[in-house]
């Protein structure tokens, strides 16, 4: 049997970004969405009793059924793949569920003793999965004609994620939580006091570091572990939610964004942090002018820390290439005189601290914002520099700033920024 539940998955409009240090904004193109066109159906045949199979329950399996989803028009190579789901109540069931990887037709055949509705999550070119319901039918009748978009940007990389998004909000931590409720699994946000102690839920605290006027509430809101496009729709959807409440940051707020660094070895490391040399002053040029260099205590420049700032780039390199330990790496790289190493703009202390085992590096730059979709882009853009740059086939050589390398152009190039990107951005 099937179970039946109604769900819609919308993508939101593109504002544009405002570049900043200039006084306009620049206007972007929301870039063309694709499409392709399918026919969601099933065909069906009645087995004899005397040859059909029972089912748990004791029923006779008396249907022969296909159930398919058929490529009509559009993108042929629109669709990754389709996943079909039998009756999901039912624990017992084995396998969970049927994945169909190569179309135009995507198809499973299956017996059964009754009708019902049967669950397809297709999943789309840019990773965006679609929820699509059809309900069996024991004659011929037409088949149902869906019409599904996906966006032009390249997919987010399937490495893990998590984001503390700090806020001024004029409602108390439990009215926050409510209304993060409303567009996340129910009781997947949470109030808690200080902890860095990682989640399934979105945790929602007061934070006093904030300079909240006396009628508002200084507040952090960190996610729990995401990935891919399904985080990225999770943190689109609860930053949404958060301007919809009037929440907003101001100078004492700050966007952090933590990458896992599964699967990259040390080397891999390392490479990050010369390509971090290579760029910083490109990723300040995307950031608010009060946290460039490290004129914010709590986001201070790599460059300018008391290991490099006499260096040239090239000798930087060198210093981080003759690295043998973790330890030594994350010493030299955010070393600082005054026993404030964990902020830095980019923030390895995580990988060498005792007390927990996360492998994530934090990226603390960025100021705060409740803008959903300035909030995705810089996501999107520094996941995509960590998979660029711990990629032994990609060029980390260094550069001095100067001589024309160091431009946010390069920088695009670098991750290979999509389209969607490169017009955010302004480029």
């Known amino acids: ?32 969405n694709n499409h ?15 040859q059909a199979r029972l089912a748990r329950t004791g029923q006779k399996k008396v249907f022969d059924y296909t159930l398919y989803a058929k490529i009509v028009g559009g993108n042929q190579n629109a669709i990754r793949k389709v996943e079909f789901f039998p009756d999901f109540v039912d624990d017992t069931y084995l396998p969970r569920s049927y994945i169909k990887e190569s179309g135009p037709v995507f198809e ?16 789309m070119k840019d990773g965006a999965v679609k929820t699509l319901y059809k309900r069996l039918k024991s004659r011929n009748l037409v088949d149902r004609k869906v019409r599904l978009v996906y966006k032009s940007h390249n997919r987010q990389p399937d490495r893990a994620f998590g984001v503390e998004l700090e806020m001024i909000s004029p409602v108390r931590p439990g009215i926050m939580r409510d209304a993060l409720n409303k567009v996340i699994p129910p009781k ?40 891919g496009e399904e985080g990225i729709d999770y943190l689109r959807k609860v930053s949404q939610q958060l301007g919809s409440v009037g929440a907003y940051s101001d100078v004492s707020c700050g966007l952090h964004v ?89 923030n390895l202390q995580n990988l060498v601290r005792s007390h927990n085992n996360r492998n994530t590096i934090e990226f603390r730059g960025h100021e705060g914002t409740t803008d959903a979709k300035e909030i995705e882009m810089w996501v999107r853009l520094v996941t995509r520099f960590v998979e660029a740059a711990a990629n032994p086939q ?10 024309g390398n160091g431009t946010v152009e390069n920088l695009l190039r670098f991750v290979e920024a999509d389209v969607a990107m490169k017009k955010y951005f302004g480029q």
């Open 36 to 50: 392709v066109n399918i026919l969601v159906g099933n065909t069906i045949a009645k087995i004899p009793p005397s």
């Open 394 to 403: 990609r060029s980390i050589a260094p550069f001095e700033n100067g001589d």
């Open 1 to 32: 049997m099937w179970c039946f539940k109604k769900s819609l998955h919308l993508f939101s409009k593109t504002p544009v970004f405002w570049k900043r240090g200039f006084g306009s904004a620049l206007p972007t193109r929301t870039p063309k």
């Open 108 to 123: 499973t055949r299956h017996d059964c003793w009754g009708m019902s509705t049967a669950k397809l999550l297709v999943t």
């Open 258 to 346: 933590h990458i896992d660094l599964h699967g990259i070895n040390f080397n891999g490391q390392k490479r990050i942090c010369q390509a971090w040399l290579n760029y910083e002053a490109v990723f300040d040029e995307l950031i608010a002018p009060d946290r460039r260099g490290s004129k914010n205590i709590f986001c201070l420049s790599t460059r300018e820390n008391p290991a490099f700032q006499s260096l040239s780039n090239h000798s930087a390199h060198e210093l981080i290439e003759n690295q043998t330990t973790l330890k030594g790496l994350v010493s030299v790289f955010n070393r600082s005189n005054d026993n404030r190493n964990r902020y830095f703009k980019l």
């Open 188 to 227: 997947r946000a949470i109030v808690t006091g200080w902890s860095n102690k990682t989640t399934k839920a979105w945790k929602v605290g007061v934070d006093n570091s904030i300079n909240a006027p006396p009628d508002k509430f200084g507040m952090e809101v960190v996610s729990p572990i995401l990935r």
